[in-house]
């Protein structure tokens, strides 16, 4: 795997450019891509090689400010305070930002590649899983964007809130004009792409699937889209092609395996491709994990770790261990690589094989989608198994999970959680999406999925200071829309409201 890994990150680097324009340099015009062989090394790069989860992680209320003085990082900073990020470099918005058009930019020119490649105006069968690819590669990308930099999908807004530029073609000039359009637009082309290229997905087109979107991280992902527009039909059915009906046996064993681990075997085997609950793993430039976000100002705190990580409500500890001292503690998820820039050379770029979709999204998912589909006994079912492997000493009897323990934990009037989506909750609703509301932060932490959760629930973060002051984002604040970058405003892309 470190072999297979080291010949992706070397690859990577030869095409690492400046991120300091909109949508990066046009590729090598002499380059013909005339080939299935061409089209699937261009979606090599069809994915964002730049990361987001250091900044979504600090804006959301998963950090605190620590209570002692620890190293401080500008995009740290900026991001717990909601401000406009001062720095455009790795792992800051407008690094993520460029990121993901890059990807999008190469996408498009693997499609544009296949256009061309017809006969008849059909597609020969090896290039097909490439098209399936490079349509999901593009609506994933989008999807990351417009959550990003744009108001949540909300059906009685969405027509009129703005929206990101959904670009459909191949770049022929680098000034291009861009135009955002609507939230409605962005979700109309998301799905355009994604059912289109569902219908082409093959694993067997490649050596190792999961580098790729194979099947079930595009089902998956599929799967997280419909959550947004609150179609849990479609969730359920996407996240059944996915998963087993125990699927206890598909997820990251944290109880079991990673338990015999010692810390540089287990964020080793995180991020493996031959991990069984990863399903899409990506390199990217990212320092993230690298100094161990423990040391930053706004992170983790002790007294912090004590709430997201009390008792269960079935009973039971959570299986996610500390380590470091106070003010400096952090638990540990995946690891970092570095790639030098010559042989001789003494700096280069820090990188991390990134898990972008899980078995365990897709489990949390279909738990949500029962939820709101009232199958309630369905939803205990998948919860009994994800218990089983995060809770220590796990014991199908005493842990089993019931709706009176449930209520008990996550009755709304116990905690402000303030879930207030676009679609209604009932009572018994709301206790279970309370639920896992916070099982995908115990999840998630670290990973800058809980930012997304405050998005599409339009929740109320909150940040404490260690001075005793309080900060509050509220549910439809302007700041939870990253400003759109600079570059990308002076090419005439309109900003957002502050």
């Known amino acids: 795997m470190r072999n297979n890994i080291n010949i992706l990150l070397a690859a990577l680097l030869l095409a690492f450019t400046s991120c300091s324009s909109f949508l990066d340099e046009m590729p090598d015009d002499r380059t013909v891509i005339d080939s299935p062989e061409k089209i699937g090394e261009l979606l090599t790069f069809a994915y964002p090689e730049q990361n987001h989860q250091m900044f979504c992680y600090a804006m959301s209320d998963n950090a605190t400010e620590k209570p002692k ?6 995009i740290n900073s900026d991001a717990y305070n909601w401000l406009d990020f001062r720095l455009t470099t790795q792992d800051s918005p407008d690094s993520y930002w460029t990121g993901c058009y890059s990807a999008i930019k190469q996408a498009n020119h693997a499609l544009d590649a296949i256009e061309k490649s017809k006969r008849n105006g059909e597609m020969s069968d090896d290039v097909k899983p490439f098209y399936g690819e490079a349509l999901i590669a593009r609506a994933y990308c989008h999807f990351m964007l417009v959550n990003l930099w744009s108001p949540t999908y909300d059906p009685a807004t969405a027509d009129s809130d703005l929206g990101i530029p959904y670009v459909t073609k191949p770049e022929t000039n680098v000034l291009t004009q861009y135009h955002r359009g609507t939230v409605a637009d962005v979700y109309e082309n998301l799905e355009k792409d994604i059912v289109e290229g569902l219908k082409y997905i093959d694993d067997n087109a490649y050596g190792n699937k999961i580098l790729h979107w194979n099947f079930k991280a595009a089902h998956t992902f599929a799967a997280r889209f419909y959550s947004w527009k609150g179609n849990f039909q479609k969730v359920l059915e996407h996240t059944d092609l996915v998963l087993a009906s125990n699927p206890a046996e598909q997820l990251r064993d944290l109880n079991g395996e990673y338990s015999k681990m010692d810390i ?3 964020i080793i085997q995180w991020g493996k491709t031959d991990e069984k609950a990863n399903l899409l793993v990506t390199p990217q430039y990212s320092s993230w994990f690298v100094y161990f ?3 930053y100002q706004y992170a983790m705190s002790k007294e912090f770790y004590d709430f997201v990580y009390r008792k269960s409500f079935v009973g039971g500890d959570w299986i996610w261990d500390l380590y470091g001292g106070d003010p400096d503690i952090f638990f540990v998820k995946w690891g970092y690589h570095t790639k030098k820039d010559g042989l001789n050379s003494d700096i280069g770029y820090y990188m991390i094989m990134n898990v972008l979709i899980d078995m365990e999204e897709a ?13 309630y006994t369905a939803v205990h079912t998948d ?6 492997r995060r809770l220590r000493a796990y014991n199908g009897t005493t842990h089993k999970v019931d709706f009176t323990k449930m209520e008990k934990e996550y009755k709304e009037s116990n905690y ?19 639920c896992l509301y916070d099982l995908r932060r115990k999840e998630y932490y670290y990973t800058g999925n809980r930012w997304f959760d405050h998005k599409r629930f339009n929740t109320k973060v909150r940040h404490y200071f260690v001075n005793g002051d309080v900060a509050y984002l509220s549910e439809k604040d302007p700041r939870k829309q990253l400003q759109i970058p600079l570059n990308a405003q002076a090419q005439g892309i309109e900003a957002n409201p502050r």
């Open 69 to 74: 003085s620890s190293r401080k990082n500008e």
């Open 293 to 295: 976000h423990g040391s």
């Open 264 to 266: 540089n075997e287990a």
């Open 383 to 388: 919860m009994d198994s994800y218990m089983s």
């Open 363 to 375: 489990l949390l998912l279909r738990m949500e989608a029962n939820a709101m589909l009232k199958n």
């Open 416 to 434: 402000e959680y303030g879930l207030s989506p676009f679609y209604e909750l009932d009572e018994t609703q709301r206790v279970y999406m309370n």
